[in-house]
């Protein structure tokens, strides 16, 4: 651990990727391997390893930051990887919350068609995503029929996730009961 970076230097670096990064350590993961993978400063598996516990473990992706901060100035490092984390974001949402409550009107006004075009962007997207499974006409149509059920009954969001995953369960184990 004695590569010269120490509190401030984890501090800093940490601070200034969290303003490049929107949705989760986008910004940290260029910075970091800019910084201190690709300068030998910090072990390419090492990297990895902490990036890999960041998406597996609950919470924020970007909390693989905290474990690089231990590698790189121990739990000097950690710390001030997550007060790095923590001062921009709080920051930044106070400024949004603050801004957002004077533009509120205008706001209200554009969020109607920006909810079409964010739609229009999610269609196209599952569409694109949908064209290679080439899907037949009873799976469009369920997916149709399902779409429709959600935007009229617009169910908690936990239970749409556990019953596509019942769904997906029940689809999986009949066909490895008529294929085995």
């Not at 706001?107 to 920006?114: D, G, K, L």
């Not at 009873?138 to 239970?159: K, M, N, Q, S």
Request: glycine residues 14%; hydrophobic residues 55%.
């Amino acid at each position: 651990m004695d590569n010269g970076v120490g509190f401030f230097g984890v501090l800093g670096l940490v601070m200034l990727s969290t303003l490049f990064s929107i949705g989760g350590g986008n910004g940290q993961v260029a910075m970091i391997q800019g910084q201190w993978v690709s300068n030998g400063l910090l072990d390419p598996a090492l990297f990895a390893w902490a990036f890999a516990l960041g998406h597996f473990t609950p919470g924020p992706k970007v909390s693989f930051v905290t474990a690089i901060g231990y590698y790189m100035a121990g739990i000097p490092g950690a710390i001030a990887a997550m007060i790095g984390i923590v001062i921009p974001t709080s920051l930044g949402a106070s400024l949004a919350s603050h801004w957002y409550q004077r533009f509120q009107r205008i706001i209200n006004h554009v969020s109607i068609s920006a909810s079409m075009v964010i739609a229009g962007m999610m269609s196209t997207a599952a569409i694109g995503l949908a064209q290679p499974l080439d899907p037949s006409w009873i799976e469009l149509t369920g997916i149709a029929l399902v779409t429709f059920l959600v935007v009229w009954r617009r169910p908690d969001p936990v239970l749409i996730v556990l019953g596509s995953g019942v769904v997906g369960a029940v689809v999986w184990f009949a066909g490895s009961a008529l294929s085995g």
